[in-house]
């Protein structure tokens, strides 16, 4: 098998599929890239068996073959060159590679292209296809808040709920909640998948390679492929069975709170210095246009105390809340005022974004903090 290539241009490409390599794999073919040549066509892959990327891209090739190649050194040599010319040789009888350059030879052994495992195949699928921009959008608002408690294994990944003309994306950890909706899509199909953390974080990255506008979606009962140009990212789902999401999102919130988002947000962050350091508690004490904000941690006898300016008409009400977690969701939402909608002390409260539009809704919910008297 031999190619020339421009070692940036493949540089590029490894950098996107080195994301599918794990740190400490369990067998040793993990740590290898796996190189196939089609005439002019290489295309690279990688896995650590639960995330596969796959990108291709145009080279000069010469001869056509297949060799797993040791991904750290590869990339290691390619790092340390200028942007050049670099051909690839791969002797087919002992898998001996050899990389020359304009400033040399570099001398590398490859792996049997067959012990690589087996790409999974996109057979029954479902598709869809998603603007790339709401796509990326529907990862950074939910990947923050799904769980790391491997003892729910449903929670630990992002629920994808197709349903005819849109699709909702959920996480949660049991204290926050995340519901982000894209509309407008034309299906016929209402079907869910559970896809895990680390392959939407994979191919976040990879998308944010992709000169792509928009992303297909396809899965099965056991994978889900995203392609965007040029790259494939295939991730095994999550077997399980996802909360009841909608019976915990309440319904009649009767106190509406409309407040500036990045005051709201550096006053929390102050005043979590003051919190307790276990429950990171801030009581609001809510009244006519205006919002008391607290925190006190006893052990310490550390307090801190500010007032907001907000909108808000109706009775007063006192309610505690984990500081930390508002201000990832705060971070997360991207409109100047954001709602926190209320309805009693031990009930959950809703943050949503002052404007929604047509395209795609966010709704955020967070429990309450028992507060101690």
Same mark, same amino acid.
């Given at each position: 098998?031999? /190619? ?28 290898? /890239?796996? /190189? ?10 990688? #896995? ?22 040791p991904a750290k050194i590869l990339m290691d040599t390619l790092k340390a060159l200028p942007d050049h010319p670099i051909k690839f040789d791969v002797n087919p009888d002992n898998l001996g590679i050899k990389l ?10 490859? %792996? ?6 087996? #790409? ?26 799904? !769980? ?6 449903? +929670? ?15 996480? #949660? ?10 509309n407008g899509l034309s299906s016929d199909m209402t079907e869910s998948i559970i896809i895990p953390k680390k392959g939407l974080n994979v191919f976040r990255t990879a998308m944010s390679n992709s000169e792509e ?8 009962s056991k994978n889900v492929f995203f392609r965007s140009g040029d790259t494939l990212v295939i991730s095994r789902l999550i077997d399980a069975k996802y909360p009841d999401y909608d019976a915990v999102i309440p ?27 276990? #429950? ?7 009244? %006519?246009? !205006? ?29 505690? /809340? ?6 990832? +969701? ?44």
């Open positions: 098998m031999t /190619f020339e290539v421009s070692s940036g241009e493949l540089l590029k490409k490894l950098q996107i599929a080195v994301g599918a390599i794990g740190s400490n794999p369990v067998i040793p073919i993990l740590e290898d /890239f796996l /190189f196939e040549l089609s005439q002019d066509r290489l295309t690279i892959s990688a #896995t650590n068996l639960e995330v596969t990327i796959i990108s291709s891209l145009n080279v000069s090739g010469s001869k056509d073959g297949s060799v797993a190649v020359v350059s304009a400033y040399g030879e570099y001398k590398l052994t490859g %792996d049997n292209p067959s012990d690589f495992p087996e #790409t999974p195949v996109e057979e029954n699928v479902n598709k869809i296809n998603l603007s790339k921009e709401l796509l990326v959008k529907a990862i950074n608002n939910t990947l923050f808040a799904s !769980s790391t408690d491997e003892l729910r294994l449903a +929670m630990t990944g992002v629920l994808m709920h197709l349903d005819f003309n849109k699709v909702v994306f959920v996480s #949660t950890d049991a204290h926050k909640l995340v519901k982000y909706t894209i506008d928009t992303a297909d979606i396809s899965f099965n319904s009649n919130n009767d106190k509406r709170i409309s407040i500036n988002r990045s005051d709201f947000q550096s006053s929390l962050k102050r005043l979590v210095i003051y919190s307790n350091k276990t #429950t990171n508690q801030v009581v609001f004490n809510i009244s %006519d246009d !205006s919002l008391t904000i607290s925190a006190q941690d006893l052990d310490f006898s550390n307090e801190a105390t500010e007032q907001i300016s907000c909108d808000y008409k109706g009775d007063p009400m006192s309610i505690g /809340f984990n500081a930390k977690f508002l201000v990832e +969701m705060l971070g997360v939402l991207d409109s100047d005022e954001v709602i926190i909608e209320l309805s009693a002390p031990n009930k959950a409260g809703i943050v949503l974004p002052v404007v929604d539009s047509d395209e795609d809704n966010l709704l955020m919910l967070l429990m309450p903090v028992m507060m101690n008297h």
